[in-house]
């Protein structure tokens, strides 16, 4: 059997050359996908920055922990603990403190990510002047970098200051250091500080001045997780700005890296294996002469194995090859896109290369054993007469496959419906769910494509007639042809389709629910001056929006945080139309709270035990229950249940007969010294509202969807080709009787053109049914969570999908035309 299957990989190569670069090139993507995915598990080790070489350092209590009958579950408080006063007092004993503030900063000129410090801090990074002195007044500031100089001038939200000094930029921060006492009144709170005392005298003051008694220090020296914790060594990297955003850089390429290589494989295996049954496929006549002669149907399967590891084998260790060598260029383009950090490279793991490996070894024999099968068992003579003819080109387990996975589509769908409709609207589902649809459709296209052909395929003349008759008798051929297309044309109308409904959803959201005249928003929290200043104005109604946070616990085993905006009731009522399915919104108070559906608990009048950001567990009445929308109806609560909450958008509302125009005049003079931007109604709708309708608004998400699309355009014109050139060897006898009946190169490439049109519709039209199934249980969820869904299909990217297809078909079709008809003049029939 090895004998017989190198001489007919020999003989057939240009068969086995599709199938062959089909599987390299997605054994290469899953492994350039697998060495992304498996370099985004861990970060590099962070040294401690800003606190490089302070002794201890003090944080207050930054940590919630709840216990449960199934464990102690924890969450990051929103609003981190400030360290009791008796406990500095003590601390002052053993050594000197220096208390430590960060506050962001806004000034013209400067980069948008300034922090303003205290001068006192700076030694610990450490930073030293490279020019000038340090800050003496409270208009006095210290640079970091080159961005301004000594005798510099910068107007600020807090003021105009003047630099007095720079020192030597460090590359985690860009800061502004102020005198103690200034940084102190832009900044009241503080949480952590360092101390200059032993670690283990730290530790039992610390112990003993008011923190949990059932502390325990952890093995890196970091202390606990409850009330303040003594951090020293590598822990003193918890005291830096964001300490997890590695962790979330790493959340972010796990996501996307993630969502795109499971797309990527679905797409890969997909094609590989439509691939290696047709290749199998177009020997029918080849194995009907080899059961005439003898061949008993093991020894066919056998053969076809033995080709189809042969071909497996090579084309996987080459994708494997060029995986690894495209990897790196991956890597460097998303840090360059700013979607990973500056860290990010690809390591050194080897089990990438061994899962793409053997899923193309597997799949190539998967599909050329699946599809052997039915020409093993089949008579010779039904073999000889099947040759040039689908007869059945839909068999029997491939319409029970088909129909069971269409069956189940709908049965999880459904479900779906009924028990958490919310759960179509999460990434994960909308991105996986269409995989199933299309798996279902594909395997059921070889019955669809005759009925759809005689639609779509209305050229006149002979031409048509051809068209028709070629693309309906060479089913196998077409289905082979039309499922890239269907796979590119289903991703792209589902994924964009959803996010087109979600934005749509999220964007008369918001048009509802703003009624105020005007939005002030600010990149750093409103001063409480600025805010009593803007409550003067008359005829104005204020209503200052604080972003802040609660927990809660479910069913006594999931700790669950909730994003909440503090603000006054009635300010609310008057600037806010909240989308109620129970409950006032003035019946909001200090003893209430108003929740959404999603909430376990969600009557008005129950309560519901809560920790607020800061930790505290209240006990809270519910006053009002919104529905769960599109998911940014979060929660409401009264000021004093958002503990030093930062103030960073204000809703104005006009009364009475005051001109809008002199408001906004008033609004933007008393809010000039605080950097803030006026914004009209329609202005703040338009500018919350996404960036384009079918663009997802998280960056991460958009750039996955770009690159899963693009993967998948880039197979379908690869596997378009690989299959015009395999079926283009079948069609040199065709396309000779066509010449000697007198037909002109020119009509052949007419026909040709046009067959790919045709089966480019064809396509189109079995992804646009799939586009239509995913789409429709994503309005039906839309409507059950009391959103307004867009029906409405994202045609512009379809249609931009569906030319790219065309144009990549007709780009594969013309050259085996003209390849067949060179062969023909020197091989006439």
């Known amino acids: 059997m090895l004998s017989i299957a190198l001489r ?10 599709g199938s062959f670069v089909a599987l390299a090139l997605g054994v290469c993507l899953l492994t350039v996908m697998g060495l992304a995915l498996a370099s985004s598990f861990d970060a590099p080790e962070r040294r401690p920055e800003r606190f490089a070489t302070a002794e201890v350092v003090v944080q207050g209590q930054d940590t919630l922990r709840v216990s449960t009958p199934s464990g102690v579950r924890t969450e990051k ?15 002052r004993k053993l050594g000197p403190v220096t208390e430590d503030r960060s506050f962001a900063v806004r000034a013209k000129g400067a980069p948008q990510d300034l922090l303003g410090h205290p001068w006192s801090t700076a030694r610990f990074a450490p930073y030293e002047l490279a020019t000038g002195r340090a800050p003496r007044t409270a208009d006095e500031v210290v640079a970091t970098g080159t961005w301004t100089s000594v005798g510099h001038h910068l107007r600020t939200t807090s003021g105009t200051l003047k630099v007095v000094g720079t020192v030597h930029e460090l590359p985690f921060e860009n800061a502004l250091f102020y005198t103690d006492a200034q940084a102190a009144r832009l900044a009241p709170v503080s949480t952590q500080l360092v101390v200059g005392a032993a670690a283990a005298e730290v530790r039992r003051v610390v112990n003993g001045g008011g923190a949990s008694p059932t502390q325990g ?27 997890d955003r590695d962790s979330a850089a790493l959340t972010t390429l796990n996501a996307l890296f993630g969502t795109a290589g499971g797309v990527t494989g679905f797409v890969s295996v997909f094609v590989v294996a439509s691939t290696f049954a047709f290749a199998v496929a177009q020997r029918r006549r080849e194995f009907g ?18 080709e189809a590891l042969l071909i497996g084998a090579l084309a996987s260790a080459a994708g494997c090859a060029l995986g690894g060598y495209a990897a790196p260029h991956l890597a460097s383009r998303v840090v360059d896109g700013g979607l990973a950090p500056v860290w990010f490279r690809i390591g050194g793991a080897t089990w990438p290369y061994h899962l793409a490996f053997w899923t193309g070894l597997l799949v190539s024999l998967c599909g050329a054993a699946t599809a052997s099968w039915r020409a093993g068992r089949t008579p010779p003579t039904q073999a000889l007469r099947e040759a040039s003819v689908d007869g059945v080109p839909l068999p029997r387990g491939r319409l029970l496959a088909g129909t069971a996975l269409l069956l189940t589509a709908a049965a999880t769908l459904t479900l779906a419906l009924v028990t958490d409709p919310g759960d179509l609207l999460h990434r994960k589902t909308y991105v996986s769910r269409p995989m199933l649809l ?26 048509g007639m051809l068209v028709r008759e070629n693309t309906a008798t060479a089913a196998r051929r077409t289905a082979s042809l039309a499922a890239p297309i269907l796979i590119t044309v289903a991703l792209t109308g589902s994924l964009l389709g959803t996010t087109a409904a979600l934005n749509a959803a999220r964007s008369a959201e918001a048009r509802s629910r703003t009624t105020a005249d005007f939005v002030l928003t600010s990149p750093v929290p409103f001063a409480d001056t600025t805010v009593d200043r803007l409550r003067a104005i008359p005829d104005t109604v204020i209503s200052p929006i604080a972003s802040s946070a609660v927990y809660t616990l479910e069913d006594d085993v999931a700790l669950m945080k909730s994003e909440a905006r503090a603000t006054d009731p009635r300010a609310l009522a008057a600037t806010t139309r909240l989308p109620l399915t129970a409950g006032r919104v003035t019946a909001l108070d200090d003893d209430s709270i108003i929740v959404n559906e999603e909430w376990q608990t969600h009557t008005v009048g129950h309560r519901v035990t809560v920790w607020l950001a800061d930790g505290t567990r209240k006990s809270l009445r519910i006053a009002a229950v919104m529905p769960t929308g599109t998911g940014d109806n979060g929660v409401y609560v009264t000021p004093a249940n958002a503990p030093r909450a930062p103030v960073r958008r204000i809703d104005v509302t006009v009364r009475g007969d005051t001109d809008p125009a002199q408001a906004a005049a008033t609004l933007r003079r008393l809010a000039a010294g605080s950097g803030a931007e006026l914004l009209t109604r329609q202005e703040w709708v338009r500018r919350t509202a996404p960036a384009g309708a079918w663009s997802p608004t998280d960056r991460a998400t958009r750039l996955g969807f770009l690159l899963v699309l693009g993967i998948a355009l880039l197979y379908t014109g690869i596997s378009v080709a690989n299959t015009q050139l395999m079926a283009a060897a079948d069609r040199r006898r065709e396309l000779t009787a066509l010449r000697l009946a007198g037909a002109t190169r020119a009509q052949l490439v007419r026909l040709t053109t046009a067959e790919a049109l045709t089966t480019v519709a064809l396509g189109t039209i079995l992804g646009l049914l799939v586009t239509a199934l995913n789409l429709i249980p994503v309005w039906t969820a839309l409507t059950l969570q009391s959103a307004s869904p867009s029906l409405a299909l994202p045609w512009q990217p379809l249609a931009t999908t569906t030319t790219a297809c065309a144009l990549l078909a007709i780009a594969a079709a013309l050259p085996s035309t003209a390849l067949a008809l060179r062969r023909n003049a020197r091989r006439p029939l």
């Open 289 to 306: 002469l080899l059961r005439t002669v003898g061949a008993t149907p093991g020894q066919i399967r056998r053969t076809v194995c033995a």
């Open 77 to 91: 408080l929103a609003s981190p603990r400030p360290i009791p006063k008796r406990t500095i007092a003590a601390l």
């Open 8 to 17: 007919t990989l020999r003989t057939r190569w240009a068969t086995f050359t």
């Open 438 to 463: 299309i798996t279902a459709v594909a395997l059921l296209s070889p019955a669809l494509i005759r009925p759809l052909v005689r639609l779509t395929a209305r050229f006149p003349g002979p031409i």
């Open 217 to 243: 220090e952890h093995a890196d020296g970091s202390g606990t997780d409850t009330g303040p914790r003594v951090l020293t060594g590598d822990a003193r990297l918890l005291a830096d700005a964001d300490p």
